[in-house]
T-cell receptor, first 115, second 112 residues
């Protein structure tokens, strides 16, 4: 009963290819996120969706496009992969509260290696 | 704006040593504060949280107190174990709960 699941766990691909990472949460949360973690473990927010609507779109290349078919899913599609895209990508979800905040739940990560 | 600053690692301790990882924050309004732990090859897991000033979060022997006057949320454990070796992230969430701000992470290695 994984709360936030993302697939695949590992992805090795050549430069120039297009790939997708899928994410699903079964927690009933309204908000989902994509984070990129570099080799120094630094976490950078990429996108945030609330009820299928984009609410955060940090400065990421246009080659990255999130897709949210419903509020339980947030997929990440990457076009024309580059060596610098190699990283671990984490999906997360949270329930926005009207007062106070709840924690974010993270998937296990997808280690993307571009060769 | 909102941001989190935590002490840089790596930190190496002997088993049973006392651990402190410092975390300070800047926030508008009244954020919630969190510590996450990331074990090797895994995603981030919530370790503990505090949602208002003077709250103390605790879990697995770790604790942190939300100090509004010093804008801090330092993580402490009285006696670390080898199994505590991981990367620890301090984070805050703005009022709406739609945005999380993470520190840079502190790598902890505990040696027997």
């Amino acid at each position: 009963d994984t709360a936030v699941s993302q697939t695949p766990k590992y992805l090795v691909t050549q430069m120039g290819n297009d790939k997708s990472i899928k994410c699903e949460q079964n927690l009933g949360h309204d908000t989902m996120y994509w984070y990129k973690q570099d080799s120094k473990k630094f976490l950078k927010i990429m996108f945030s969706y609330n009820n299928k609507e984009l609410i955060i779109n940090e400065t990421v290349p246009n080659r990255f496009s999130p897709k949210s078919p419903d509020k339980a899913h947030l997929n990440l599609h990457i076009n024309s992969l580059e060596l610098g895209d190699s990283a671990v990508y984490f999906c997360a979800s949270s329930q926005a509260a009207t007062s106070g905040s709840t924690e974010a739940f993270f998937g296990q990560g997808t280690r993307l290696t571009v060769v | 704006g909102n941001s989190v600053t935590q002490m840089e690692g790596p930190v190496t301790l002997s088993e049973e040593a006392f651990l402190t990882i410092n975390c300070t924050y800047t926030a508008t309004g009244y954020p919630s504060l969190f510590w996450y732990v990331q074990y090797p090859g895994e995603g981030l897991q919530l370790l503990l949280k505090a949602t208002k000033a003077d709250d103390k979060g605790s879990n697995k022997g770790f604790e942190a107190t939300y100090r509004k006057e010093t804008t801090s949320f330092h993580l402490e454990k009285g006696s670390v174990q080898v199994s505590d070796s991981a990367v620890y992230f301090c984070a805050l969430s703005a009022n709406t709960g739609n945005q999380f701000y993470f520190g840079t992470g502190t790598s902890l290695t505990v040696i027997p």
